[in-house]
């Protein structure tokens, strides 16, 4: 299963969901389906953008975890 954590992330870099959305230039609503895990698919250029305004890698956000 492919987890995301974008709040751990976020929470690290002490920035709200309002802040990285501004950054990002995505809607909240977009992000909390991320960040909530309910996200069906993310565009390469999405998750560049959050790595850039979070300073991190793909794999700080992203991780595989065994059902």
């Keep these: 299963m492919i987890v995301i954590n ?9 920035m709200s969901l ?6 990002v230039g995505i ?4 992000l909390s389906i991320l ?3 309910k996200a069906k698919a993310i565009r390469f250029s999405t998750l560049d953008a ?9 794999e700080d956000i992203i ?5």
């Design 6 to 14: 974008l709040d751990v992330m976020m929470a690290k870099r002490k």
């Design 18 to 23: 309002n802040e990285l959305s501004d950054k």
């Design 27 to 30: 809607t909240l609503a977009n």
């Design 35 to 37: 960040k909530n895990n």
């Design 50 to 58: 959050i790595c850039k305004a979070l300073d991190c890698k793909v």
């Design 63 to 67: 991780a595989y975890e065994e059902d």
